[in-house]
């Protein structure tokens, strides 16, 4: 879809809110629960484009119980974070990332699509008017949810002729209530998040709330996340809310890391594509991340259950892990699957992490204080 004319950052109409909250202190934070003053609002409509962009004080929405949204889930959403040091710098992530993706997301269930640099410039202003709400503490940070959601009041199924475009920001900790120790995963066989061909490679809305039954069961049996397998070969694809890592070791000492290909079925995720860049630029020999074994091979393939299973049997599982803009990288200590557990060591006794998850966290995080020099860190 072409929308025209797109987004005009010139237009911006800012509202402060005349009642500031009160901001809790980071270590009262639940993901997601808390959020900031002020939101970001772009109207669209089919007949005049995108309209005036609006920052105003975050308030409930209002809209027809007919919107398309409501019925035939037009949503699609982002999460990006920003990240603020001691000197009071706040920086974005990779945000041309999100905004690539939140394109194809629109384009996929035919929303609106528009120019990923204005948005970034209006998120910026958005953040920065929001600025006192970022957490410096470490593993703490601003969290980014740009959502499009589809505003037609009709109940016919089509492309719908009017979206908003809306972005919040929650300060954020740890996403999962255990905080940053390892997690646990259930592999899930009765359920499958996402087909190919289907919609899994797309971060839409309509992938989530089928997603909540298979994960209480595995919190039911004592999991933090459920593992989406694929096919009768039980591929792995990722985990509840993040892309998954495995490292083995191969005869000659090498360290393999692999994640499953994405081929639709897996959302390309920001941090998966960080993890995989960093690792083959040290397997490159361009860089060297602290901790990274010495010979490193980066693989993006098909992986299975078995191999799994396999590789635990003969002591060549290293490590597991997930990644996500939320979670950041959470290692994995177990995998319930077909009724026992694979038992995957979490590095050095204490550490709680492998090394290769540790490199790339830390990494991350270096770059996104601003102590590690990096084109990723977009200042806001
Ligand atoms: C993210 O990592 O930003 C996500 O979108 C996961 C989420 C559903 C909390």
């Known amino acids: 879809l072409i929308s025209t004319p797109d987004i005009d950052v010139s237009q911006l109409q800012v509202e402060l809110t005349k009642n500031p909250k009160t ?11 808390t959020f900031t003053d002020h939101m970001l609002t772009i109207p669209w409509s089919e007949s005049t484009g995108w309209g005036a962009p609006e920052i105003k004080p975050y308030q409930p929405l209002c809209l027809d119980p007919s919107a398309t949204v409501f019925h035939y889930a037009f949503t699609l959403f982002e999460g990006t974070k920003a990240y603020k040091d001691n000197e009071g710098t706040v920086r974005l992530f990779r945000p041309d990332m ?25 998120i910026k202003k958005l953040v920065m008017i929001d600025s006192e709400w970022i957490p ?9 949810r740009p959502t499009m959601i589809g505003t037609q009041n009709a109940l016919g199924v089509g492309p719908s002729s ?18 940053f120790k390892p997690v646990q995963l259930y ?3 009765e359920f499958v998040r996402a087909a190919p061909g289907g919609t899994g490679g797309y971060k839409l809305g309509s992938n989530y709330a089928p997603g909540v039954v298979p994960q209480a069961a595995a919190a039911k049996a004592g999991y933090s996340q459920n593992l989406w397998l694929l096919g009768d070969e039980h591929a792995l694809t990722e985990v509840g809310t993040m892309n998954l890592f495995v490292a083995f070791k191969k005869p000659d000492g090498t360290i393999e890391l692999t994640t499953p290909p994405l081929a639709d079925v897996v959302l390309p995720g920001v941090t998966r594509d960080s993890a995989l860049k960093l690792a083959r630029d040290h397997a490159a ?3 060297r991340i602290p901790g990274f074994p010495e010979k490193l091979e980066v693989s993006e393939r098909k992986l299975v259950m078995a191999d799994l299973v396999e590789a635990e049997k003969n002591g060549t599982l290293v490590e597991v892990f997930g990644t996500g803009t939320a979670a950041i990288v959470s290692a994995v200590d177990k995998i319930g699957y077909l009724g026992r557990d694979i038992v995957i060591p979490c590095g050095p006794a204490g550490q709680g992490m492998g090394d290769i998850a540790k490199g790339v966290l830390e990494t991350l995080q270096g770059i996104q204080s601003g102590e590690l020099e990096s084109e990723w860190a977009v200042i806001a």
């Open 136 to 144: 410096k503490e470490k593993g703490y940070s601003l969290y980014i």
């Open 23 to 33: 901001r809790p202190p980071a270590s009262k934070l639940i993901f997601g629960h």
């Open 162 to 179: 009017d979206a908003l475009l809306f972005v919040i920001c929650s300060p954020v900790g740890p996403y999962y209530a255990s905080g």
């Open 285 to 287: 020999g361009k860089i």
């Open 98 to 122: 999100n905004m690539a993706r939140m394109n194809r997301s629109a384009a996929r269930i035919a929303l609106p699509t528009f120019d990923g640099e204005a948005l970034t410039e209006l």
């Open 187 to 189: 592999a899930t066989t």
